[in-house]
């Protein structure tokens, strides 16, 4: 069975930095590509990163590009986003998701979340 | 900047029938947008419902379809439960990498 567990959610200041990680288990971690996708309390889902497989491809929303670095550790079955220059609006639930299968992935299983509040 | 576009809200009664749809604010959405679906209730992750326009994720009951219905994609529940009543997105394959989430969808079964 699919099990994602995101970590590292906190509050943090404007401006500031954070690093979240999502420990997986119960699949071949580096046969996937994983999401980040984010969700505003009360609001919809954005989605904000991918990386596939092999960690040489990454892409990002608009909203958070230059800003945010995913990575991932396949000997460790751990995926991360680094998130720096924090503003309000980043303040959200952050969900890792593991790829569909295919060449063009969707997030298919998914984590219960980490909470991430940017205030002053 | 194009947006994905879902039906604020929509109702159906008990075992009936109720198709939701995914668009673009320009343009008309084609399986090569691999348009997903999910379900969330309230407090909980979202579920993922279809991936790549039809594709049923492990464990879906197949009362829950997916296609493409002339320029959208499309969500088509059969016999509507009361369990059924949350909210519902889509999410399409933009290119260069790019997902992009409809705003999403409220169902209720009434």
């Known amino acids: 069975e699919v099990h994602l567990v995101e970590s590292g959610g906190a509050v943090v200041l404007p401006g500031g930095f954070l690093r979240l990680s999502c420990a997986a288990s119960?699949?071949?971690?580096?046969?996937?590509?994983m999401h980040w996708v984010r969700q505003t309390p009360g609001k919809g889902l954005e989605w904000v990163s991918v990386?596939?497989?092999?960690?040489?491809?990454?892409y990002y929303a608009d909203s958070v590009k230059g800003r945010f670095t995913i990575s991932r550790d396949n000997t460790k079955n751990s995926l991360f986003l680094q998130m720096n220059s924090l503003r309000t609006e980043d303040t959200a639930f952050y969900y890792c998701?593991?790829?569909?299968?295919?060449?063009?992935?969707?997030?298919?299983?998914w984590g219960q979340g980490t909470l991430v509040t940017v205030s002053s | 900047q194009t947006v994905v576009t879902q039906e604020p809200s929509f109702s159906v009664s008990p075992g009936g029938t109720v198709t939701l749809t995914c668009g673009l604010s320009?343009?008309?959405?084609?399986?090569?947008?691999?348009p997903s679906w999910y379900q969330q209730t309230p407090g909980q992750a979202p579920r993922t419902l279809i991936y790549?326009?039809?594709t049923r994720s492990s464990g879906v009951p197949d009362r829950f379809s997916g296609s493409i219905l002339g320029n959208k994609a499309a969500l088509t529940i059969t016999g509507a439960q009361a369990d059924d009543e949350c909210d519902y997105y889509c999410?399409?394959?933009?290119?260069?990498?790019?997902?992009?989430f409809g705003g999403g969808t409220k169902l209720t079964v009434l």
């Open positions: 990386i596939s497989w092999d960690g040489r491809n990454t």
């Open positions: 998701a593991k790829g569909s299968s295919g060449t063009i992935t969707s997030p298919e299983y």
């Open positions: 999410v399409l394959y933009m290119g260069s990498g790019i997902r992009v």
């Open positions: 119960g699949f071949t971690f580096h046969d996937y590509s």
């Open positions: 790549s326009t039809n």
């Open positions: 320009s343009g008309s959405v084609s399986t090569s947008y691999y």
